[in-house]
């Protein structure tokens, strides 16, 4: 048997879609993105919400939206994936790593309080595997330095405060305290990539909460612009008749969503409450069968939060990384596909080179160095759930597990 990590869920209803989207005559930017677009703020309870071509382009246009460049500081978690930071490095802003807590993924929000600086413009909580940060502190924690918030452009100055844009690249449709991820953060960037619960191939969406400061239609044009060359029209408006003349506003980028992957999307959602409901089926059987060894599972679904269910992740507790990574080859070998999330940031070549050291980091590493995924998707049938729960065992039981 061969049991894939995370194929992407695609149906027929799907496959119809995008070839009723080819055969429209209409595949870039169009009507379909803007319905996928509607969809998506109405299922996160957003005003609106902007269809872009990923959850990197999501946070890196609500960056330069925000005004965050040269000379200001973002925090962020050293445990997560390069495209939290990078797009801090591509503003021309600072980013600053702190450590997650003790046996934990989320970042430790008393290292949150003590980065904190003049010149710190915004934090990116990131909500790995789904499970969402505890935006209650991160935003009691803002509201106690808004005395030192010193705003250095007009978006900033709406706010008068540190600004929290959540990296929920895995988070889509995971809840907190009676609210939908997409309407916690001040800004919210999903991922739609190919191995996430709801995909679009490639894409990634953002939302905001209402802030009574600020006209969501103008920051929607915003986003436009940005995401299309800065251009005053997009290519449907171009095309009614006589319509041809458009104006650049400023010189931005190339990140817009296709009607070809929004008709993805658009069947996705409507398939997306059941495929949630799947995943915690899954997880709970995973939880069943494992729950006797010395593991340590993060913690899905509590009594405040509802998890996306998006990445199972167990840390073998006590082991080392060498025991660890002979864990998934014997697993490979078995024909099941496992992963690691994540490598911590300071020890990438890239994050080294700016000074970052993982000596710095010991809970992340500590968190990385026992950690494997295993698959976690819609397509996993009964049988293949407990023979990865089966091979797994028999594999940590020669550790003493």
């Known amino acids: 048997m061969k049991v894939e990590f995370s194929p992407p869920d695609i149906t027929e209803l799907e496959i119809q879609e995008v070839a009723d989207a080819l055969r429209s005559g209409w595949i870039t930017t169009g009507k379909r993105t803007k319905r996928f677009e509607d969809e998506i703020a109405r299922y996160c309870g957003t005003e609106k919400s902007v269809c872009l071509n990923s959850a990197t382009a999501a946070l890196e246009l609500t960056l330069r939206i925000l005004g965050i460049g040269p000379g200001d500081e973002v925090i962020t978690s050293a ?51 789904g499970i ?21 452009h007009a978006m900033q100055e709406k706010f008068n405060r540190i600004i929290v844009i959540a990296d929920a690249a895995h988070a889509f449709g995971a809840t907190r305290k009676g609210l ?13 990539h190919a191995v996430k619960n709801l995909t679009t191939g490639e894409g990634g969406a953002v939302t905001w909460r209402h802030i009574t400061e600020i006209d969501s239609d103008a920051l929607y044009r915003q986003y436009m612009l940005y ?24 010189p931005g980028y190339k990140c817009n969503m296709t009607d070809v992957t929004a008709a993805i999307g ?41 998890s996306s269910g998006h990445l199972f992740l167990v840390r073998m507790e006590g082991q080392q990384r060498e025991i660890r990574d002979r864990v998934i080859q014997d697993m490979a070998s ?12 300071p020890m990438h070549t890239a994050y080294r080179r700016m000074g970052f050291s993982i000596d710095e980091y010991p809970n992340s590493y500590r968190q990385f160095e026992n950690e494997i995924t295993l698959p976690l998707h819609t397509k996993l049938t009964d049988e293949e759930v407990e023979f990865v729960i089966d091979e797994f065992t028999e594999i940590i039981q020669r550790i003493g597990l």
């Open 334 to 345: 078995k024909g099941i596909s496992t992963n690691v999330h994540y490598k911590p940031l």
């Open 79 to 129: 445990y997560t994936y390069t495209a939290t930071v990078s797009v801090i490095c591509h503003v021309g802003a600072r980013p600053v790593l702190v450590d997650v807590k003790k046996d934990s993924y989320e970042m430790d929000y008393d290292q949150v309080e003590q980065a904190i600086t003049e010149k710190t413009k915004a934090i990116i909580p990131v909500d790995l595997g």
């Open 180 to 192: 939908t991820c997409g309407n916690i953060a001040d800004f919210t960037c999903f991922s739609f």
């Open 266 to 306: 658009l069947v996705q959602l409507a398939r997306y409450p059941e495929m949630l409901e799947k995943r915690r089926k899954i997880i709970s059987r995973y939880l069943v069968g494992l729950g006797e060894r010395n593991l340590q599972f993060a913690p899905h679904y509590t009594s405040s939060s509802t």
């Open 227 to 250: 995401s299309l060359h800065g251009q005053s029209k997009d290519a449907l408006a171009k095309t009614q008749l006589g319509a041809w003349e458009y104006d650049i506003m400023l």
């Open 132 to 152: 969402l940060c505890d935006y209650d502190r991160i935003f009691s924690i803002v509201e106690q330095k808004k005395p030192i918030f010193i705003p250095r």
